[in-house]
């Protein structure tokens, strides 16, 4: 199985903040690299997909690069609703794994 | 407007077995695969297996080989994740997600409102 490592495991971050988590593959993964954020007691939600590819209706300061084994999931200035956990996950081999999550808490 | 909607929280005995939906609506259901994803509290995400839901084929994660069956109906438009001879680490957030191929791979573009199954004496 492809193992999916991301960093760091928790962030104190204020709103204004420019953030970046970053995730990496036991193997090359090419751009099957998607990202997700989760908020407490609710489904994740798609925010980039195949490693930089905005998902619709996800704002702008949002955004993802790499490709390969190294990813990261970058958004420009932290708004109060960006408070939550993210997760990676590569679609390149069954199974699809995720990464253990980043979450992202008030400083 | 895609919705998944799934079936409420279940509580089962250890060596049960449990059988959560996944209604679709909005889109043609047999146009994009079903994925089934859990999540035990606090922890992260794990993958369980997919449904093409038109040919009714199915992948699975080894770790849950032999005790998942996913399944669909398309009369209805729902899909079925049945999990036998539970035990208390199955205690989970069970969800399903609309898997859509793109041109580098599967990505989750919407998913259900999750279903906590609950393994317990």
């Known amino acids: 199985d492809i193992q999916m490592t991301q960093s760091p495991s928790s962030l104190s971050t204020s709103v204004g903040d420019r953030v970046t988590i970053t995730c990496r593959a036991s193997q090359s993964i090419s751009s099957y690299l998607n990202w997700y954020q989760q908020k407490p007691g609710k489904a994740p939600n798609l925010l980039i997909y195949a490693a930089n590819n905005l998902q619709s209706g996800v704002p702008s300061r949002f955004s993802g690069s790499g490709s390969g084994t190294d990813f990261t999931l970058t958004i420009s200035s932290l708004q109060p609703e960006d408070f939550a956990t993210y997760y990676c996950q590569q679609s390149y081999n069954t199974p699809y794994t995720f990464g253990q999550g980043t979450k992202l808490e008030i400083k | 407007q895609v919705h998944l909607v799934q079936s409420g929280a279940e509580v089962k005995q250890p060596g049960a077995s449990v059988k959560v939906s996944c209604k679709a609506s909005g889109y043609t259901f047999t146009t994009f695969y079903i994925f089934w994803v859990r999540q035990a509290t606090g922890q992260g995400l794990e993958w369980m297996g997919w449904?093409?839901?038109?040919?009714?084929?199915?992948v699975y994660t080894q770790s849950f080989q032999g005790r998942v069956t996913i399944t669909r109906d398309t009369s209805i438009s729902t899909a079925y994740m049945e999990l036998s001879s539970l035990r208390s680490e199955d205690t989970a957030v069970y969800y399903c997600?609309?898997?859509?191929?793109?041109?580098?791979?599967?990505?989750?573009?919407?998913w259900g409102q999750g279903t906590l199954v609950t393994v317990s004496t």
């Open positions: 449904v093409n839901t038109n040919s009714g084929d199915t």
């Open positions: 997600a609309r898997g859509f191929w793109g041109s580098q791979g599967w990505y989750f573009d919407y």
